[in-house]
């Protein structure tokens, strides 16, 4: 099965910032709507961002005006560009094709943000 493949996390303290990459097979980039998800432990996976195929975005109350969703055709990614980051962000980090292609889950990539 096609899967993407989720990086760019790591430790940062709180009012920092991260850039997370999503890597997506070329045949997947250019039909599919993509996502970034993020879990806690004992939460819910919940939608953080998300970008169409041609570029509209959409975000989660909790990540507008400091987390940003591009994607870049040259490189078959897909980023999060997160700012400002609180210790309630601390969560694995997925990102997953949801329409009208669907992908696995992947590995995702954890962050974590200390106060």
């Known amino acids: 099965q096609v899967q993407l493949v989720e990086s760019g996390g790591g430790l940062v303290q709180a009012g920092g910032s991260l850039r997370l990459t999503c890597a997506v097979p070329k045949n997947i980039f250019s039909v599919s709507s993509i996502g970034w998800f993020r879990q806690a432990p004992g939460t819910q996976r919940d939608l953080v961002a998300s970008?169409?195929?041609?570029?509209?975005?959409h975000y989660a109350d909790s990540a507008k005006g400091r987390f940003t969703i591009s994607r870049d055709a040259a490189k078959n990614s897909v980023f999060l560009q997160m700012n400002r980051l609180e210790p309630g962000d601390t969560s694995v980090y997925y990102c997953k094709g949801f329409g009208p292609v669907v992908t696995p889950w992947g590995q995702g990539t954890q962050v974590t943000v200390s106060s």
């Open positions: 970008i169409t195929i041609g570029g509209e975005t």
